[in-house]
């Protein structure tokens, strides 16, 4: 994408790299970050403690809280960054500590499956955290006991673990390697004795009334094959239990002993992932489904949806009434963030202040109007691309739905926006009329000779005018040249003007597609010279394209992935992206020398924008290096709670950074802060 042109008291340029932590990076500059939003994002867990906080926790371990009843929210810590640098923590379960409400505890597994997770605690409201137990496992359900709260409980896909001291150990409670008690989804203790153990697995519910010494199924009633997703011990009457299973919600009046299914909540809902009793009423439950929220006032004989029917719920708190009002009922959800009702359940409004952690799957900076920037979010809906012109402060769909695939491109040129859809194809988003106009790869149909009795006139027609085929390519890189748009996709190079309807195959045609990226010299004497790569050859081209000669690539470098021309009277050059790091070539010299002194030597995104003074590139997998010593060594400039899965980085226009993020939202570093 072509990004911002010129960055006060700093030129840069900006990379985007895979790659984590580096020990050779240095520490993170002074400054401050932001998020620019947009505000919301996905919710995993929700938790509450005694001295009213809220907590919640994400997919890549970070935790937010508040502390005014979820009318604002702060990012406290992140749960696994200080301990081995993952960002792939997903805080499946918060516990707040009974007795400490400063103590908290967090059931996380990983993305990456080969890396397990574990139970992670703090003391100090989510700040910092470290590793309370269970190292390797994956844990899917916590919990603490209600009567003896030194005891904690943890499920995962191996079984059942037991602590008896606040989490400092544990002990496996079930049989190991035992074919059903494994794969928990669900834990509940009973309030009164900590013996007795609920725990629902992917197949079913056990149960244990000595602590783990024995174990028995607890599924009489149950449609068989029943996934427990969540069990609710009632408050009042511990031999009551619900739970909730992918073949519905169940209640037993007899410690499990039996169960019976509950009508009201129709099949497609059913995933229902937690269920809460109102502290206030016991006979008032709220189950949190994939289909809304459903709630029911009688202890479950009949239930009333009081949400829209597409918001995904995965955690729910509520908050006991206070002055004389009814309870706050707080949801965390997946597509929608935090939710907030306080009439008990009927009616609810967003309430996303300072939560902004949106999953962002493509970003694009405008490079002529500086705070003018692109955001499409990975979740579906009317707002899942987004615009800002005002450098974040408001975010406005852009209008004219577009449906363009979870790993479509997006542009930013000085020709306005551009979209490549995921199954190919290009886009263009016309500001006049604020729609996308589609742009054609067509190749001619002509065949190689006329029809043996076609008339002259006919033949010459066909010539001038011939017939037209329509091609579905995909697009991995553009680029303009002389007014001339280029296209490097996987069925090779395609070129056009600007105001053509349709792009043509270069000629010649580019030997052994798919071209992977091109660039031109920008601002040279030269400015027809221009670059592009395959996976395996680098090209050159004096003539704006209209040949291409090939040129020897780093020796070392492993298979290639883009390529970028660096303008500029002393420190121009070719920069190249390979499997294995970044190279670098000054202009008018033919060995290349790999980048290094702290950036990670792996497969990097194109860079977004270069000036020669200073450089500064983001990784994908986390990271954010500056070097302002034409590359000889590196600081690192994010912190443990800006490290994301990056899309890239630009200037903000003000002698700041934007970054889009795979999970962060829009980030800015300012420097002056």
């Not at 790869?441 to 006919?458: E, G, N, Y």
């Not at 630009?650 to 829009?666: L, Y």
Request: proline share 8%; with cysteine; hydrophobic share 40%.
């Amino acid at each position: 994408m072509n990004l911002p042109g010129k960055f006060p008291r700093l030129a840069v340029l900006f990379l985007a790299a895979v790659g984590a932590r580096t020990a050779a990076a240095q520490s993170a500059l002074s400054g401050t970050w932001e998020r620019l939003g947009p505000e919301g994002g996905a919710v995993v867990s929700m938790a509450s403690g005694s001295d009213g906080a809220i907590y919640l926790g994400t997919a890549d371990g970070h935790i937010f809280a508040s502390t005014d009843g979820a009318r604002h929210w702060e990012l406290r810590g992140r749960t696994t960054t200080q301990q081995n640098g993952r960002i792939d923590a997903v805080v499946q379960r918060l516990i707040v500590d009974s007795r400490a409400p400063r103590r908290l505890f967090a059931a996380i597994w990983f993305q990456d499956p080969a890396a397990g997770g574990g139970i992670y605690r703090s003391e100090d409201a989510g700040r910092t955290w470290s590793l309370a137990g269970l190292p390797g496992e994956p844990v899917r359900a916590l919990e603490q006991s209600p009567s003896h709260p030194e005891i904690f409980v943890a499920g995962t896909r191996s079984g059942v673990f037991r602590s008896t001291d606040f989490g400092r150990s544990w002990e496996r409670i079930s049989p190991a390697g035992d074919p059903e008690l494994r794969n928990l989804d669900s834990l509940a203790i009973d309030p009164r004795d900590p013996s007795v153990i609920y725990a629902g697995t992917y197949h079913l519910p056990w149960k244990t009334v000595d602590a783990g010494k024995t174990w028995a199924p607890v599924a009489a009633g149950m449609i068989d094959d029943s996934d427990i997703m969540s069990l609710r011990i009632d408050l009042t009457n511990p031999a009551r239990i619900f739970a909730s299973a992918c073949s519905g919600i169940y209640r037993s009046e007899n410690s499990a002993a039996q169960w019976t299914k509950l009508e009201g909540v129709p099949y497609a809902a059913r995933r229902t992932q937690a269920i809460v009793q109102d502290p206030a009423d016991p006979r008032v439950l709220y189950a949190g489904t994939t289909e809304g929220l459903w709630i029911t006032r009688d202890a479950g004989e009949t239930w009333t949806r009081t949400t829209p029917r597409d918001w995904a719920i995965n955690g729910v708190v509520v908050l006991p009434p206070s002055n004389g009002n009814r309870a706050r009922v707080v949801l965390g959800t997946e597509n929608q963030g935090v939710q907030v009702s306080d009439d008990a359940g009927v009616h609810f409004v967003a309430s996303n202040a300072g939560f902004s952690h949106r999953v962002v799957a493509a970003f694009a900076v405008h490079p002529s109007q500086p705070g003018r920037w692109l955001a499409r979010m990975a979740e579906p809906g009317a707002d899942a691309i987004l615009e800002t012109r005002d450098a974040g402060q408001t975010w406005k769909p852009l209008p004219g739905a577009v449906v363009v695939g979870e790993t479509a491109q997006f542009f930013g040129t000085t020709a306005g926006w551009f979209a490549a859809p995921s199954d190919g194809g290009l886009l263009r988003f016309d500001d006049a009329k604020q729609t996308w106009r589609r742009l054609r790869f067509a190749v001619s149909s002509l065949p190689d000779t006329a029809p043996p009795r076609a008339s002259k006139a006919r033949a010459q027609k066909r010539k001038t005018n011939p017939p037209l085929r329509e091609e579905q390519v995909v697009v991995r890189d553009l680029r303009f040249a002389n007014a001339v748009i280029f296209v490097a996709s996987e069925q090779g190079v395609w070129t056009g003007e600007l105001t053509a309807a349709a792009l043509r195959p270069a000629r010649p045609p580019i030997p052994l597609p798919p071209v992977l990226s091109l660039d031109f010299v920008p601002g040279s004497l030269a400015p027809s010279e221009g670059w592009l790569v395959t996976r395996a050859n680098l090209f050159h081209s004096q003539d704006a394209g209209k040949s291409w000669q090939p040129e020897p690539p780093p020796a070392d470098a492993a298979a290639l992935r883009w390529v970028r021309s660096v303008p500029g009277a002393s420190n121009s050059g070719l920069l190249l992206g390979a499997a294995n790091g970044v190279f670098w070539r000054p202009r008018g010299m033919r060995e290349w020398r790999q980048l290094g002194a702290g950036l990670p030597s792996a497969e990097t995104l194109p860079p977004a924008n270069l000036e020669p003074a200073a450089w500064l590139l983001a990784a994908k997998a986390g990271g954010l290096y500056l070097s302002r010593d034409a590359a000889t060594s590196w600081t690192r400039l994010d912190g443990p709670l800006e490290t994301s899965f990056f899309l890239g980085a630009a200037p903000d226009g003000a002698g700041g950074v934007i970054a889009g993020s795979r999970s962060e939202g829009i980030l800015r570093w300012n420097p002056n802060k």
